[in-house]
Antibody, heavy 115, light 108 residues
Framework: EVRLVESGGDLVQPGGSLRLSCAAS????????MSWVRQAPGKGLEWVAT????????YYVDSVKGRFSISRDNVQNLLYLEMKGLRPEDTAVYSC????????WGQGTLVTVSS | DIQLTQSPSSLSASVGDSVTITCRAS??????LNWYQQRRGKAPELLIY???SSQSGVPSRFSGEGIGREFTLTISRLQPEDFATYYC??????????FGQGTRLEIK
């Protein structure tokens, strides 16, 4: 069974930092591009970032470029999202997702940016 | 960026009805269009990929079609578990990947 389990979400002040993790199991992690997507409360879906299978390429939505960093550990089957300079508009459930063109989603972890 | 506009934003229907949701792209995206279902409090699940191909395990009452700029998702013979929010997503332009704003399907 394919499983993606996110962790690390928390309440953080504007300007703060957070690191999200995603533990993957049930599939050959190193054979898949991986992504982060988010959903603000009561809102739609937004793609955030994607990383190539071997970690050699990264892509970001403009609104997080320079603030967020996606990375992966293909030995431990872990996906990460390092977030800095957090803004209230970054408040959302962040889900890791298997894939590049279409997605298999995890349940997500809530990040709240508020003072 | 490629914009996706779904219509309607919401609709009401009864069990057994058939409904169609439309997704229009701001430019041609060939058949690079996926559809997801998101039940309340759950993660989105892929229903249709490449405009018309059904994901494994998806009931046959879900079908998609379209090419270029206009796409449709049709749900035939609605079941209680189908009342959810549906999103389209384009993968033609990888950066950024974009989603429609969603269509909420409610029980009449």
């Amino acid at each position: 069974e394919v499983r993606l389990v996110e962790s690390g979400g928390d309440l953080v002040q504007p300007g703060g930092s957070l690191r999200l993790s995603c533990a993957a199991s049930g599939f050959a992690f190193s054979s898949y591009w991986m992504s982060w997507v988010r959903q603000a409360p009561g809102k739609g879906l937004e793609w955030v970032a994607t990383i190539k299978k071997d970690g050699s390429e990264e892509y970001y939505v403009d609104s997080v470029k320079g603030r967020f960093s996606i990375s992966r550990d293909n030995v431990q089957n872990l996906l990460y999202l390092e977030m800095k300079g957090l803004r209230p508009e970054d408040t959302a459930v962040y889900s890791c997702a298997r894939g590049r063109n279409s997605f298999f989603w995890g349940q997500g972890t809530l990040v709240t940016v508020s003072s | 960026d490629i914009q996706l506009t779904q219509s309607p934003s919401s609709l009401s229907a009864s069990v057994g009805d058939s409904v169609t949701i439309t997704c229009r792209a701001s430019q041609s995206i060939d058949t690079s269009l996926n559809w997801y279902q998101q039940r309340r409090g759950k993660a989105p699940e892929l229903l249709i990929y490449a405009a018309s191909s059904s994901q494994s395990g998806v009931p046959s009452r879900f079908s998609g079609e379209g090419i270029g700029r206009e796409f449709t998702l049709t749900i035939s013979r609605l079941q209680p578990e189908d009342f959810a929010t549906y999103y389209c997503q384009q993968s033609y332009s990888f950066t950024p990947i974009t989603f429609g704003q969603g269509t909420r399907l409610e029980i009449k």
